[in-house]
């Protein structure tokens, strides 16, 4: 069963930064479509950002220039690099894993963002 642990939330007041890591166990990241998602109290999980081996990182239009998604497959992390931060950004941050061969859809199980002053 592949393993996805977020880290790197946390509170931060509004103009702040944070980095999101998520760490995947199993051999077969480098083929991964990852992705990072958030979901505000009472609303749906959207998507934030996404990246695949094969293409160019796709953002949500709310944090397109503010939000950075990138890859080490030496470490088998996905990072999410967040700058500018304002409260309509406080959610849980969930990180996604696709297997494309298999058709596996992992998740992890969330890091708290908080930004407030």
């Known amino acids: 069963q592949v393993q996805l642990v977020e880290s790197g939330g946390g509170l931060v007041q509004p103009g702040g930064s944070l980095r999101l890591s998520c760490a995947v166990s199993?051999?077969?990241?480098?083929?991964?479509?990852m992705a990072w998602y958030r979901q505000a109290p009472g609303k749906q999980r959207d998507l934030v950002a996404s990246?695949?081996?094969?293409?160019?990182?796709h953002y949500d239009d709310s944090v397109k220039g503010r939000f950075t998604i990138s890859r080490d497959n030496a470490k088998n992390t996905v990072y999410l690099q967040m700058n500018t931060l304002n409260p309509e950004d406080t959610a849980v941050y969930y990180c996604?894993?696709?297997?494309?061969?298999?058709?596996?859809?992992?998740w992890g199980k969330g890091t708290l963002v908080t930004v407030s002053s």
């Open positions: 996604n894993a696709v297997d494309p061969l298999l058709g596996m859809d992992y």
């Open positions: 199993g051999t077969s990241f480098s083929i991964y479509h």
């Open positions: 990246d695949t081996p094969s293409s160019s990182a």
